[in-house]
Structure formats: structure tokens, C-alpha cells
């Protein structure tokens, strides 16, 4: 399987649209630039830089970064995550566990957009859970479900495949 480097595409922030690698590079090589021109000073660098990509990107339209927000909430929730991958063919398949329960999975034949589609679903689900009320360990959220739902579910997620 092709590295994203060799493909020359890279995923950008939290979003799933792949952008040039060569775009990243110029904008390096720019920043690098205006670094020796400032005599590399790094405040001044900056300056200069928030100015050129201020037009471009604000705060308010980057992408958040779901894998690291996950991490934060779970950290701040005191919540332990697990998150394993593994492949069937060329396909990455992410799963996102919290305390021991299955909440985010993704695919993609590239790992990281894999992972932050995993990270994007565990937090539709946490969200979801919230907005419900639902103040509930997840392990005893899981742990109501249904025989039947478990089976009918394993049975879609194997028919995927």
C-alpha cells in the first residue's frame, strides 16, 4: 500500500479532503522564508505570518482536530480510550473504545483518514449520549442492550465485509 507521501496527498486538520502534500510544502517553505528574514525571530515570524494566512484560515473555519479533542475529553471525563486498527485487504479499520466499550469505527485505505472517521463517530456517539441526558457509565449503557441487538449488529458490521 502507497504511503501518503508517495501518493503526494495528505489529509488536512480533521477533514477527510485530501490536499496537495505540495501545497503543505510551499506553505513551509514560505514560513521558513519569513523565519530567515526575521533574523529567527519567532514572535516577529508570527506577525508577519498571521498576516499572510489570516485571509485564508481564521480559528473559525480550521477543522478540529477530532482525534485530539477525543483524547481531551476523555482525559478531562477521567474516561480511559483505546483505539485499535486493523486491515482486511487494502482497507484500514479503526475502532474507538472508551472504558472498554465499542463507540467509533472507521474505514479508509488510508490509516489516518480511517482514524479520524473513528474518532469523528465516537464523537457523534458521546455527543448524542449527552444531548440525551444520559449521564450513564458507558459499560452499563452497552450492557442494556438487547442479545438480539448485539447479534443483529454483528451480523450488519460482518455483512459489510
Known sequence: MEREEEVGWAPYGGSTVKVPKMLADIVESIAAAIYVDCNFDLELLWKVFRGILEPII???NMDEQPVTTLYELCHKQGRSIEIKNWKR?????ISVFIDGDLMGIGCSEQRSIAKLNAA????QKLSALEEAGMEVELSSAAANGTAEEKDGSKQKLNQEW
Open 58 to 60: 481564521t480559528s473559525e
Open 89 to 93: 485487504g487494502f482497507v484500514n479499520n
Open 120 to 123: 469523528r463517530d465516537a464523537l
